[in-house]
């Protein structure tokens, strides 16, 4: 019995971007397309998110802008490929605060949004610094950081300390605090409900970027293949290898049970298609009794 379908869905994404940015010490070893993506769980009971993508105006406008992102499109119109409006989405997961993943709120009038209360203290933290340490600031829209505010002010915000299990049917929030962002999380699905699954999957924010990320070269240091960092964090390399760890040892070391959203290469991975609009759709898994939505 598999309780949830989980999709990955591209919004845009940056044709050419650099490696080094996305794995950790990859200089000169050219581009990559790198897609925009978020994450949705869906069960009889539930439509959830895991992260919403940004929305491209104001200050997100110039920050997709300066990171070379095309071919936004909003989620009206990306969740319509599997045949649902942002209305219906009741549960969001943010993952982190980056713009890509925060950035749009505003498009889910019924979701209850849950985040680590340390994304947002420490990002408040980061904005009242001098203009001369705003590098941590690169990738976050203040003006996101403030609507998350106003969803506590409206009830909808959870803020999460720490792990958090069940916070729906089978679906574990898992904390990795001062990693790529001060507090981001990911997400464990246990999609057999059972406390031992044998059916788990791991959503991973941008603690893992792309599969180097959990298979990297590893011969600067003799060996074949290594966890090595994302290309960005404002954290520790030490905790995201040893969250990299958590996230494995949760799957039982499968690594395509490991759903990285910036990956391109999940086509090649998952039941895949690509919209009139030209972004991937990926079928993850499907629940019981569903069929599928690319094939
Ligand atoms: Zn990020």
């Known amino acids: 019995m598999s309780k949830y379908s989980i999709y990955v869905l591209e919004y845009s994404y940056v044709a050419n ?35 919403v993508g940004y929305n491209h105006k104001e200050y997100g406008a110039f920050l997709g802008d300066k990171f070379g992102v ?17 209305e219906d ?21 019924n979701a209850k949004f849950y985040i680590q209360q340390r994304e ?4 408040i933290w980061a904005m009242s610094l001098p203009d001369r340490m705003k590098w941590m600031m690169v990738a976050v829209d203040p003006s996101d950081i403030l609507k998350a505010v106003d969803l506590a002010r409206q009830g909808r915000l959870v803020c999460v300390d720490g792990d958090m299990e069940d916070v729906l049917p089978g679906v574990d929030l898992r904390a990795a605090f001062d990693s790529h962002t001060y507090g981001s999380m990911w997400i464990s699905l246990r999609n057999d409900l ?33 966890y090595t960092p994302v290309g ?9 290898i040893l969250t990299t760890e958590e ?26 298609r690509i919209t009139k609009e030209g972004l991937r759709i990926s079928e993850i898994c ?10």
């Not at 960005?232 to 995201?240: H, K, P, Q």
């Open 70 to 86: 095309e071919n936004w499109r909003s989620p009206r119109t990306v969740l319509a490929e599997v045949g649902l409006t942002p």
């Open 17 to 51: 971007y650099h490696l080094s940015g996305i794995v950790y010490g990859a200089h000169n070893q050219g581009y990559r397309k790198l897609p925009y993506c978020y994450a949705l769980i869906m069960s009889d009971d539930h439509v959830a998110m895991i992260d």
């Open 247 to 272: 996230i494995m040892k949760s799957v039982g070391y499968e690594t395509r049970r490991v759903i990285p959203v910036h990956e391109e290469r999940l086509k090649d991975m998952f039941p895949s």
């Open 120 to 123: 947002l203290s420490k990002w």
């Open 232 to 240: 960005l964090a404002v954290g520790s390399t030490t905790n995201l």
């Open 194 to 226: 059972a406390a031992q699954s044998s059916d788990r999957w791991a959503l991973a924010g941008d603690l893992i970027y792309v599969y180097e990320n959990l298979e990297g070269d590893g011969s600067a240091v003799g060996l074949d293949k290594i």
């Open 89 to 109: 989405v009741d549960s969001v997961f943010i993952t982190h605060a980056h713009f890509d993943h925060l950035g749009n709120v505003e498009d889910f009038p």
């Open 286 to 295: 499907l629940a019981s009794g569903q069929s599928s939505l690319v094939r």
